[in-house]
């Protein structure tokens, strides 16, 4: 059973930056590099929202155009993590942010219903 754990959240204000971790385990040896992970985000009373997305083997990658040039993907293959920079932040950007797990690369990086495993969310909130 794949897990995911999420960190690095917390409270910043415009402008700062905040960096996400998202543990994952339960792979087993070498499944984990075909994997297309995935940050979303959530604030209360909008819909979940694709941030972005990296398909593990090979390191593909692709952002919402809401956080292109602020936010950044990356991973360690070595430890199962997967990371979200976030720099310039603003206060649009509050939310719960989660991620996410395919078994597969997917084109519709974006959408929530293409993800079977999710970590339990970390709060970021930003003011004004």
């Known amino acids: 059973q794949v897990q995911l754990v999420e960190s690095g959240g917390g409270s910043v204000q415009a402008g700062g930056s905040l960096r996400l971790s998202c543990a994952a385990s339960?792979?087993?040896?070498?499944?984990?590099?075909?994997?297309?992970m995935g940050w979303f985000r959530q604030a209360p009373g909008k819909e979940r929202e694709g941030v972005a997305a990296i398909y593990t083997r090979g390191g593909r990658k692709y952002h919402a155009d809401s956080v292109k040039g602020r936010f950044s993907i990356s991973q360690d293959n070595a430890k199962n993590t997967l990371y979200l920079q976030m720099n310039s932040l603003k206060p649009e950007d509050t939310a719960m942010y989660y991620c996410?797990?395919?078994?597969?690369?997917?084109?519709?990086?974006?959408?929530?219903?293409?993800?079977?495993?999710w970590g339990q969310g970390t709060q970021v909130t930003v003011s004004s």
């Open positions: 339960g792979y087993t040896y070498n499944t984990y590099n075909s994997y297309c």
């Open positions: 996410a797990a395919a078994p597969s690369w997917t084109e519709l990086w974006s959408s929530p219903d293409e993800y079977n495993y």
